[in-house]
């Protein structure tokens, strides 16, 4: 059970000032028995020899025939029990026994106050009475006439001596209740006022530990005031420390929020402690993540298994792939610190590494296509070397074909040479209101040849009017490609139509044909660079699988999209879709 300061402190008084008085009665106790014992002594020796005088003037029949007598009229002067005792012993006079009782006594000769009268003048002793049946305390004295001699023995019951102190205790008692009763207020009043100060401190520091700012109590005693100013000093010490560890966390958080990088900080049981909105965007680790162990929080195994074995004081990273909506390629770095904590860095390398791989497979890509023309060239010169060119009717197919593959290396460095410089932002665009229908038409008179060739129609379904904000050369070199590729894809005798119209703001150019089409899971990757339908047929027709790529670059700089779709009945429908001038946002 547990008791307050206050009655701890009330208790404590009660005990001390309890034993006190415990203490000083059983002293002064001891002290006025043993005084009024001896005074009680004192005064029966008085009794006993002034009895004595008496009875040798008083008594002087040899038989102690007067004794009785004389002892009833002593013991009614003196208040006391008055015994004479013949020189042997016998009781010849008593004043509380009767006369005829008195033979019937038995003798005192052995009593110790008899034995030390008869021999010393005077006896005492304390003693249990047969005779009068009560506890007495007896002061003998010798006497002796000429006639007589004995011993007159005076006593008086111990109990009035414990009657008187019994009084006594009794008023010592009540002064001891008073005194406790007294001590009790005191007690009482001292505790309260202690109790108000110490609970003025408590609430104090509480306010202290809680950070309000605090009107200290007021003191009254020297102790209580240093601990005012301590604490005093403490408060202010203490906002000054949590003022700067504000400030650092700001600090803190601010970097941290304006890093690109995702942080997670975990506890030493694995607890995230701090994460940043980087990591909360990349890693989407649902509502409250702080207090959550990782597992819970983020579903990548890998993540655990890079700081599970973790010691402290060592870093360690892994690249890892997250599933999900949208899969991501994720650079970790962990570090564990020596408290256990662990800090883990995570960087989006997706765009990274895909731009690695695009440019390990152009390279690759690249050198795969400039192989076969200069092989073929090669191989050419190198038979026309060894003599065929004396051969008048190879000769001119071996220089034929040395002809077109140059041309082919020259058509794909080309090509080449205008996706490096759109990339590179170099290609300059100089976007001006262009009319579309005149660009169709010096896209198809530039194809007339290899048309007919083919025997191919080519019609133009465009208002003379429509004009979009584009630079004349890409826009150009745009439909060119488009209306090349059909008429290269597409069958002799095709028939090839070139639309364009205005839909909200922008320009829709289409280009049609009723050649073999495109299957449907080669549409996706269409437009990427050296990407082909038919390989063998591509390059057949002079083709580098750089046409589409430079058409989509061009389109996306100038702000607008292309696409393709399978055109109804047969065929492919290529699209671009490009802003009108900004003065004509709608149709
Ligand atoms: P290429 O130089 O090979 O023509 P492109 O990037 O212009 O390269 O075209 C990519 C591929 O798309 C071509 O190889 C071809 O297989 C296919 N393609 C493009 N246009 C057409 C079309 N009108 N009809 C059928 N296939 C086409």
Redesign the pocket.
């Known amino acids: 059970m547990k008791i307050s300061l206050r009655t701890a402190l009330i208790l404590a008084i009660l005990a001390i000032v309890l034993v006190g008085v415990v203490l000083a009665g059983t002293f002064m106790t001891r002290t006025l028995r043993a005084y009024i014992n001896e005074r009680a002594e004192l005064e029966l020796g008085a009794h006993s020899r002034a009895a004595s005088l008496y009875v040798e003037q008083s008594l002087h029949s040899l038989e102690y025939r007067d004794a009785d007598r004389i002892a009833d009229r002593l013991g009614r002067v003196q208040e006391l029990r008055v015994t004479i005792l013949s020189k042997d012993g016998r009781v010849v006079g008593d004043s509380d026994v009767p006369t005829d009782k008195l033979a019937h006594l038995p003798d005192h000769e052995n009593r110790p106050e008899f034995i030390a009268a008869d021999r010393t003048g005077k006896g005492l002793a304390h003693r249990y009475s047969t005779t009068v049946e009560r506890s007495m305390v007896y002061a003998a004295a010798r006497f002796a006439n000429d006639q007589v001699a004995g011993v007159v023995r005076v006593s008086r019951p111990v109990q009035e001596i414990e009657h008187a102190l019994a009084i006594l205790f009794a008023s010592f008692l009540s002064g001891a209740v008073i005194i406790l009763l007294l001590a009790l207020l005191l007690a009482t009043i001292t505790s309260s006022y202690f109790m108000r100060t110490l609970r003025s401190m408590v609430a104090y520091a509480e306010g202290l530990a809680e950070g309000r700012r605090m009107t200290p109590w007021p003191s009254t005693t020297k102790e209580l005031s240093g601990l005012k100013n301590s604490l005093q000093a403490l408060s202010e010490k203490m906002e000054v420390a949590v003022r700067e560890l504000a400030d650092e966390r700001d600090r803190f958080a601010a970097v941290l929020e304006g890093m690109t990088e995702a942080v997670i900080a975990l506890s030493p049981d694995g607890r995230v402690t701090v994460i940043n909105g980087a990591a909360i965007a990349l890693l989407e680790p649902g509502p409250e993540p702080q207090g959550r162990t990782l597992l819970e929080t983020v579903r990548a195994p890998a993540l655990f298994s890079l700081i599970e074995q973790l010691l402290p004081g060592r870093r360690a990273d892994t690249e890892f792939e997250l599933n999900g909506l949208h899969p991501r390629t994720l650079l970790a770095r962990a570090a564990r610190l020596h408290s256990g904590a662990c800090v883990l860095v995570l960087m989006d390398v997706t765009e990274l590494r895909r731009l690695e791989r695009v440019r390990r497979d152009f390279v690759s890509n690249v050198s795969h296509e400039l192989r076969t023309p200069i092989a073929v060239v090669r191989a050419n010169a190198e038979t026309l070397a060894d003599g065929a060119l004396e051969d008048r009717d190879m000769a001119p197919k071996f220089l034929a074909s040395i002809l077109s593959n140059a041309e082919r290396l020259s058509?794909l460095i080309a090509?080449l040479l205008d996706i490096a410089k759109i990339e590179e932002g170099k290609f300059e665009l100089h976007r001006e209101r262009q009319n579309l229908s005149d660009a169709l038409r010096r896209a198809a008179t530039a194809l007339e040849t290899p048309a007919t060739e083919k025997k191919q129609s080519v019609e133009i379904d465009a208002p003379e009017e429509l004009d979009a904000l584009v630079d004349l050369r890409a826009m150009d070199q745009i439909l060119f490609?488009?209306l090349?590729?059909?008429v290269?894809?597409?069958e002799p005798g095709g028939r090839i139509i070139a639309r364009a119209r205005a839909e909200n703001g922008f320009a829709i150019v289409e280009?049609e044909?009723n050649?073999?089409?495109?299957p449907e899971h080669?549409r996706a990757r269409?437009?990427e660079?050296?990407?082909?339908?038919?390989?063998g047929?591509?390059?057949e027709?002079?083709?580098?699988?750089?046409?589409?790529?430079?058409?989509k670059h061009l389109v996306h700089a100038m702000g607008g999209e292309a696409g393709?779709r399978p055109a109804p009945i047969r065929?492919?429908i290529?699209f671009v879709r490009i802003p009108r001038a900004a003065s004509t946002p709608s149709a």
Do not use: W
């Open positions: 058509n090509d490609n488009l090349d590729n059909a290269k894809y597409t280009v044909d050649g073999p089409g495109i080669h269409l437009f660079r050296f990407y082909r339908v038919d390989k047929r591509s390059r027709m002079g083709g580098t699988g750089l046409g589409l790529a430079i058409v393709m065929g492919s290529f």
